[in-house]
């Protein structure tokens, strides 16, 4: 139920990806700002990180993940009816704050409910659900904005929030983990932030979400439509292309994560991932792109299960919450920045050199990886009950 729920998360999410800058440009906004609505959604995601870390650590993940699921079926219909630019950056914030309350409350259920040494597999089976949700939203999402027009994905988004708050309501249950005071939660998240593997950790979370957030989600959809031609379908089909690679790999991926390490494959992911980002810019033609979308997906699998679960192998006992909290504030950080670095270079017409700069990010973030430590794969779980 857990997967069904991350499922709908990156389902609604993922409808609006195909059109979202070309929503915008409706306004008469500039290309900078079209990539601000992506920024508007990790600022406000950003922002609400480490407090729904501390959140899940204190009252649980349950509460916290239907609080989310409401606030994106709200923030859906706000987006749908704007009027302009500003109500719809608005409703990108309102649907950053659900986003990162039901992320960061499904995340730590996998961190507390897992031994270390299935961790890598328990993560891969979790990102299953997300993939799956990745996979078909885009193809929903750019289909019902040519059937219908640009609002039509964020109705079916809003129903899809309502759907998750089902699901989680009646499907999941918390961790029997007790509440831990919040001073120990903040005492525990200043060691992490002094913990030379942690703080690696963060740079290459930052890294891969420039990357993410400037790179695919940005540069593609705007070099597809605007300089290529490309209508919404066709974008939406590139993007899924990609998820749905990522989704026959995830769990191989992640067996091999148990298996040899957590940064060896993490280190082969990042170069082989920065490879293929790079390669979008010289390209024209759908097929190529399509190609280039497949290799983009095997590599991103690869270099996408070790970052999380390393976040949850660095973390104090009682205190997972906050570290996946602070995991994914970096990473959150660099959905702000990638869309505003990127688009800001496209701004100019150069979508190669916004591409190159994008695997640019990821050789470095290879480099930082050396320094992160591997943890005690036999380590148990911190729950009281069994383990999943």
Same mark, same amino acid.
């Given at each position: 139920?857990?997967?069904?729920?991350?499922?709908?998360?990156?389902l609604?999410?993922?409808?609006?990806?195909?059109?979202?800058?070309?929503?915008?440009?409706e #306004?008469?906004?500039?290309?900078?700002a079209?990539?601000?609505?992506?920024?508007?959604? &990790?600022?406000?995601?950003?922002?609400?990180?480490?407090?729904?870390?501390?959140?899940?650590?204190?009252?649980?993940?349950?509460?916290?993940?239907?609080?989310?699921?409401?606030?994106?079926?709200?923030?859906?219909?706000?987006? &749908?009816?704007?009027?302009?630019?500003?109500?719809?950056?608005?409703?990108?914030?309102?649907?950053?704050?659900?986003s990162?309350?039901?992320?960061?409350?499904?995340?730590?259920?996998?961190?507390?409910?897992?031994?270390?040494h299935?961790?890598?597999?328990?993560?891969?089976?979790?990102?299953?659900?997300?993939l799956g949700?990745i996979?078909?939203?885009?193809?929903?999402?750019?289909?019902?904005?040519?059937?219908?027009?640009?609002?039509?994905?964020?109705?079916?988004?809003?129903?899809?929030?309502?759907?998750?708050?089902?699901?989680?309501?009646?499907?999941?249950?918390?961790?029997?983990?007790?509440?831990?005071?919040?001073?120990?939660?903040? *005492?525990?998240s200043?060691?992490?932030?002094?913990?030379?593997?942690?703080?690696?950790?963060?740079?290459?979370?930052?890294?891969?979400?420039?990357? *993410?957030?400037g790179?695919?989600?940005?540069?593609? %959809?705007?070099?597809?439509? +605007?300089?290529?031609?490309?209508?919404?379908?066709?974008?939406?089909?590139?993007?899924?292309?990609?998820?749905?690679?990522?989704?026959?790999?995830?769990?191989?991926?992640?067996?091999?994560?148990?298996?040899?390490? =957590?940064? %060896?494959?993490l280190?082969?992911?990042l170069?082989?991932t920065?490879?293929?980002? &790079?390669?979008?810019?010289?390209?024209?033609?759908f097929?190529?792109?399509?190609?280039?979308?497949?290799?983009?997906?095997? &590599?991103?699998? #690869?270099?996408?299960?070790?970052p999380?679960?390393?976040?949850?192998?660095?973390?104090?006992?009682?205190?997972?919450?906050?570290?996946?909290?602070?995991?994914?504030?970096?990473?959150?950080?660099?959905?702000?920045?990638?869309?505003?670095w990127?688009?800001?270079?496209? +701004?100019?017409?150069?979508?190669?050199l916004? #591409?190159?700069?994008?695997?640019?990010?990821?050789?470095?973030?290879?480099?930082?990886?050396?320094?992160?430590?591997?943890?005690?794969?036999?380590a %148990?779980? =911190?729950?009281?009950?069994?383990?999943?």
């Amino acid at each position: 139920m857990l997967s069904a729920g991350v499922f709908l998360a990156l389902l609604g999410i993922t409808l609006v990806a195909p059109i979202l800058p070309l929503y915008a440009r409706e #306004f008469g906004v500039s290309r900078t700002a079209a990539g601000g609505l992506i920024s508007a959604f &990790a600022i406000a995601r950003f922002v609400f990180d480490p407090a729904g870390g501390v959140l899940s650590d204190r009252w649980g993940a349950r509460r916290i993940m239907l609080a989310g699921s409401l606030v994106l079926a709200a923030s859906s219909v706000s987006a &749908a009816l704007a009027p302009n630019y500003e109500v719809l950056f608005a409703s990108r914030v309102l649907e950053g704050f659900g986003s990162a309350a039901f992320a960061n409350a499904a995340m730590h259920l996998i961190v507390v409910t897992t031994p270390v040494h299935r961790r890598g597999r328990a993560m891969a089976m979790y990102q299953t659900g997300l993939l799956g949700g990745i996979s078909i939203g885009p193809i929903i999402g750019g289909y019902a904005a040519g059937v219908g027009d640009f609002t039509t994905p964020f109705w079916i988004y809003a129903g899809v929030g309502i759907v998750m708050a089902v699901v989680v309501w009646f499907g999941i249950e918390d961790a029997a983990t007790e509440p831990v005071p919040l001073r120990s939660i903040y *005492r525990a998240s200043g060691r992490l932030l002094r913990t030379p593997s942690y703080v690696a950790l963060l740079a290459v979370a930052f890294a891969i979400f420039v990357m *993410r957030s400037g790179g695919q989600i940005t540069l593609l %959809p705007l070099y597809g439509g +605007e300089e290529l031609g490309l209508d919404e379908p066709q974008i939406g089909l590139l993007i899924a292309a990609s998820a749905v690679m990522m989704l026959l790999v995830v769990n191989p991926g992640g067996w091999l994560v148990d298996r040899i390490g =957590r940064r %060896p494959v993490l280190i082969g992911g990042l170069l082989a991932t920065a490879f293929a980002v &790079a390669s979008y810019g010289f390209f024209r033609s759908f097929g190529a792109l399509l190609i280039v979308s497949i290799g983009f997906g095997i &590599a991103a699998a #690869f270099m996408g299960i070790p970052p999380p679960t390393l976040a949850g192998d660095l973390a104090p006992p009682g205190a997972e919450g906050a570290s996946v909290g602070l995991y994914r504030m970096a990473a959150d950080l660099g959905l702000v920045i990638g869309p505003l670095w990127l688009g800001a270079v496209a +701004e100019g017409g150069d979508f190669r050199l916004g #591409f190159l700069i994008a695997g640019g990010i990821l050789v470095v973030a290879a480099a930082v990886s050396f320094t992160i430590r591997e943890p005690d794969r036999t380590a %148990p779980s =911190r729950r009281i009950e069994e383990p999943l």
